[in-house]
T-cell receptor, first 111, second 115 residues
Framework: QKEVEQDPGPLSVPEGAIVSLNCTYS??????FMWYRQYSRKGPELLMY????GNKEDGRFTAQVDKSSKYISLFIRDSQPSDSATYLC???????????FGGGTRVLVKP | ETGVTQSPTHLIKTRGQQVTLRCSSQ?????VSWYQQALGQGPQFIFQ???????GRGNFPPRFSGLQFPNYSSELNVNALELDDSALYLC??????????????FGQGTRLTVV
């Protein structure tokens, strides 16, 4: 079993809809949670990171962490075709230095 | 665009050969991590270099090795290439005050194909 699970999609939504992405994890030692966006043939781009449980908002993006359920989410409001990409969740342990990634969810926003 | 640059962007090698990939970290960043991303998968941690020393290694065999130079640029070397080594190799730089890669910035990657 992988430490971090993520539905591969693809997730297809109409322009303007809310995109809802999530990851589950098994190791309670993870303390820092990141979301990356990766366009085809490009490197991952950091969108947001959150420490421990709670919510964090940045523009159209909201990240949520529920450590009791070992579940994290990313919401994208007012989705645009330019949001079409693969979204990767990643996490780090408190005393760790490496990112552990989910497999990524491919998102397609249709005009 | 991040300040992390990788070269080359694409590479084709034959099984059994050796390859060297290069990474220039973002200005002010002293830590470089390397990741392997197979098609349709998330990146997997290979190793990290901090101030020219290896600072953690993932589940990769010894034929994957690296270097970090005084200017914090880095190389990834892979010996005895296997077909399964075909992947996107990503370099990430950071300047963690506490040793964590919470804000790691990735380069565009090197696409390695082993035939």
């Amino acid at each position: 079993q992988k430490e971090v699970e993520q539905d591969p999609g693809p997730l297809s939504v109409p322009e303007g809809a809310i995109v809802s992405l999530n990851c589950t994890y098994s190791n309670s030692a993870f303390q820092y949670f990141m979301w990356y966006r990766q366009y085809s043939r490009k490197g991952p781009e950091l969108l947001m990171y959150t420490y421990s449980s709670g919510n964090k908002e940045d523009g159209r993006f909201t990240a949520q962490v529920d450590k009791s359920s070992k579940y994290i989410s990313l919401f994208i409001r007012d989705s645009q075709p330019s949001d079409s990409a693969t979204y990767l969740c990643a996490m780090i342990k408190a005393a760790g230095n490496k990112l552990t990634f989910g497999g990524g969810t491919r998102v397609l926003v249709k005009p | 665009e991040t300040g992390v640059t990788q070269s080359p962007t694409h590479l084709i090698k034959t099984r059994g050969q050796q390859v060297t990939l290069r990474c220039s970290s973002q200005s002010g960043h002293n830590t470089v991590s390397w990741y392997q991303q197979a098609l349709g998968q998330g990146p997997q941690f290979i190793f990290q270099y901090y101030r020219e020393e290896e600072n953690g290694r993932g589940n990769f065999p010894p034929r994957f090795s690296g270097l970090q130079f005084p200017n914090y640029s880095s190389e990834l070397n892979v010996n005895a290439l296997e077909l399964d080594d075909s992947a996107l190799y990503l370099c990430a730089s950071s300047s963690p005050s506490t040793g964590r890669d919470t804000e790691a910035f990735f380069g565009q990657g090197t696409r390695l194909t082993v035939v």
